[in-house]
């Protein structure tokens, strides 16, 4: 039987009259040959009638080539002022950053060209970038397959790196915010135990700013196209914070100086104190949308009930319509749509059934929730009351490895509510009446 050598970059043998393996071989002189793979988009050289032909071929050649390797090569590379504006913001007003100081940039599932934007702006103030680029189904495989020691060392890196910088900058997309869903509860529960040191750290020791990424599940939440929900993104991300942070000061001045607050609405009737503790107004240097004034309640003080009439998003699983009953501070009767998982959640330490952080939104540009609660705890009209840890400047010494904010939405048309601060009403129907707070209405703000 005669053979032919099919070329010499193979070293292989073909039997005489067997057909070519496949597209990529072709013949010449010595046999068969493995041709050299084209780039996509390359125009093979022809000439005449046979050109367009080749444009054609090229072109769907190089469509299908995108299409495998999950590029969008228009959108994904294409120069966008919107991300350079918000990169701006993020280094110069939210963090602050100077020259010779470092920045931990922190992503997730966003597009490269937004983390580009981020390392020029913070070099252009001559600050140096540290990043990090995850994705969210690759956290979720390491969360879900974690053993104690793998979350030690976790944290013992992650902690290390994060005392080398001076702030940190975490964008995050998802195109599932549920991906956590299917971690069980105690591996859950056992890895933010673990983790807490470096949050902790990052909350108390650096200048930090954390935001979402719009993604089309998050328009959807919101009920909106695509394309609106990214121009609406884009307008409360960049928004004008120091004309709020101005309108915010009355505001943190009344909170420092009262001693009772009472929450009045349906099914809610709470009291507690915040004597003594400092309001901390949060404009655009903490999170990005920002828009809330926030104090804390003294840990044994919070007696009566309280119904939450948003939906909560915590370690993947939604909850709509819980509902707190308090006494001495402590959470003695909870109840949701899954009363079982929330139970489980608030009883991960002894700290996760008392109160953190008591806060009033007050964003303009925020007005309907998402299930996403970095845009829900800034609703205009909104409050959130939250079990678990306290922040080190707002602190009443509650410790826990959860931090859940729960928003109650007070304006009419979500049934109404009443905030009062030493027996003054100070809100109504989600509308500041004093004066001096008058400013920080919907309307107001927008026009300021």
């Not at 073909?14 to 041709?35: D, S, V």
């Not at 002022?81 to 922190?106: H, M, N, Q, T």
């Not at 309001?279 to 840990?299: L, T, W």
């Not at 989600?430 to 004066?435: A, T």
């Amino acid at each position: 039987m005669r053979w032919r050598r099919r070329g010499a970059s193979t070293g292989c043998w073909r039997k005489a009259g067997e057909a070519a393996p496949n597209g990529l071989w072709g013949r010449n002189c010595f046999g068969w040959r493995k041709r050299p793979r084209r780039m996509a988009g390359r125009l093979r050289r022809c000439c005449g009638r046979r050109r367009s032909v080749a444009k054609r071929r090229c072109a769907k050649r190089r469509r299908l080539d995108n299409a495998v390797s999950g590029l969008n090569l228009t959108t994904e590379f294409m120069s966008d002022p919107r991300y350079d504006k918000l990169a701006k913001l993020l280094v110069e007003y939210s963090c602050a950053l100077k020259k010779g100081e470092s920045v931990f940039i922190d992503v997730a599932d966003i597009p490269d060209r937004m983390t580009i934007a981020l390392v020029r702006a913070a070099r252009k103030v001559g600050a140096n970038p540290i990043v990090e680029t995850r994705q969210s189904r690759v956290v979720r495989e390491l969360v879900k397959g974690t053993t104690d020691s793998h979350a030690k060392l976790t944290r013992d890196v992650e902690l290390h790196r994060m005392k080398k910088v001076q702030a940190y900058i975490a964008i995050r997309g998802a195109e599932n915010t549920s991906e956590l869903s299917d971690v069980p509860p105690k591996v859950m529960q056992a890895y933010s135990k673990t983790m807490r040191p470096v949050l902790n750290y990052r909350v108390n020791k650096t200048r930090w700013v954390v935001l979402r990424w719009p993604t089309p599940s998050m328009a959807q939440a919101a009920n909106m196209s695509t394309e609106a929900f990214e121009d609406f993104y884009f307008d409360v991300c960049t928004f004008d914070y120091r004309r709020m942070a101005k309108a915010m000061k009355p505001l943190a001045k009344r909170m420092t100086k009262a001693k009772e607050v009472r929450l009045v609405g349906p099914g809610t009737d709470l009291t507690f104190s915040i004597a003594g503790m400092p309001a901390i107004p949060c404009a655009g240097d903490r999170n990005i949308p920002d828009g809330e004034v926030f104090s804390c309640p003294a840990k044994k003080s919070c007696n009566g009930t309280i119904q939450f009439n948003t939906p909560t998003l915590y370690a993947g699983t939604k909850f709509e319509n819980v509902k707190l009953t308090l006494k001495d501070g402590k959470v003695i009767e909870a109840t949701s749509n899954n009363t079982k998982r929330l139970n489980e959640i608030l009883d991960t330490d002894a700290g996760a059934r008392y109160i953190g952080e008591f806060s009033l939104g007050v964003n303009p540009f925020v007005m309907n929730p998402m299930c996403d609660i970095l845009f829900d705890e800034k609703i205009g009209g909104s409050l959130h009351f939250t079990p678990g840890q306290a922040y080190e400047e707002c602190d009443n010494g509650n410790r826990s490895a959860v931090h859940w904010d729960m928003v109650l939405i007070q304006r009419k048309e979500w049934g109404g509510g009443e905030v009062w601060f030493d027996g003054d009403l100070i809100r109504k129907d989600g509308m500041f009446l004093p004066k001096d707070l008058q400013p920080l209405n919907p309307k107001n703000l927008k026009k300021a």
